[in-house]
């Protein structure tokens, strides 16, 4: 059986690209993110009571990420790219109906000439990736007490500390160094590649973020 399903709206925010974007929501919980909504979802009377949830679920298409077959395994980057598991114990972007899920921090609800436009902290989601729904994030049924988290459990996490040269920090407004730090301490690279030679660039918002990593240490080179 198949069933359409229409996008309500998409979220704006600093990731241009899809390198530098946190591989779990809340993890960069200083980026901002504003989600729009197309005719008639954005109408008042649909939001009337989530100013009253701190966070709220997302559900969204995974719509950079098409495959043309089904790939049954995937490579986590949690385990470090090159373990694989199934593809259904596992968070990544690449499968039967492309169909993500996501909870962010609800800063707003604020009504605009166009319609309510959502605020939100922490989101992982691409600039321009369509909304499939918006649902509030209840604590008593949401958070399992004792919950296992399978192989993910048995990975450390592990941030970075960031360091900017001299001067950068000057370059950006104070709600962007906030978010963008947090993307960084994350680390951005992929998991196997461990060069500290390397200069890596990473898009967001409207600048290009020039940084190496070395001994725990990731330093902003340049803001361009």
Not at 19 to 39: C, E, L, M, T
Request: proline share 6%; aromatic share 10%; net charge negative.
């Amino acid at each position: 059986m198949e069933k359409q399903v229409k996008a309500i709206g998409y979220i704006e925010n600093d990731f241009k690209e899809k390198f530098g974007i946190p591989r779990q929501s809340g993890k960069a919980d200083g980026v901002v993110s504003r989600i729009y909504f197309y005719p008639p979802y954005g109408a008042e009377e649909a939001f009337k009571g989530l100013d009253g949830f701190s966070h709220v679920w997302l559900l969204f298409d995974f719509s950079e990420a098409r495959t043309a077959e089904f790939h049954a395994t995937v490579r986590p980057p949690r385990l470090g790219g090159n373990t694989r598991v199934g593809v259904f114990a596992s968070r990544s972007p690449f499968r039967p109906n492309g169909i993500g899920l996501s909870v962010v921090r609800l800063l707003s609800v604020e009504k605009t000439d166009e319609g309510v436009c959502l605020t939100v902290g922490g989101a992982d989601l691409l600039s321009g990736t369509p909304i499939l729904d918006v649902k509030p994030y209840l604590p008593h049924a949401d958070c399992i007490e004792g919950a296992i988290g399978g192989y993910a459990d048995g990975v450390s996490e592990k941030r970075l500390t960031v360091r900017f040269a001299e001067g950068l920090q000057a370059k950006l407004p104070s709600d962007k160094l906030s978010g963008l730090t947090d993307c960084l301490a994350e680390d951005p690279r992929p998991s196997y590649q461990d060069e500290p030679q390397r200069v890596y660039g990473m898009a967001f918002g409207e600048y290009n973020v020039k940084f190496q990593v070395q001994d725990g240490v990731l330093t902003v080179l340049a803001i361009e």
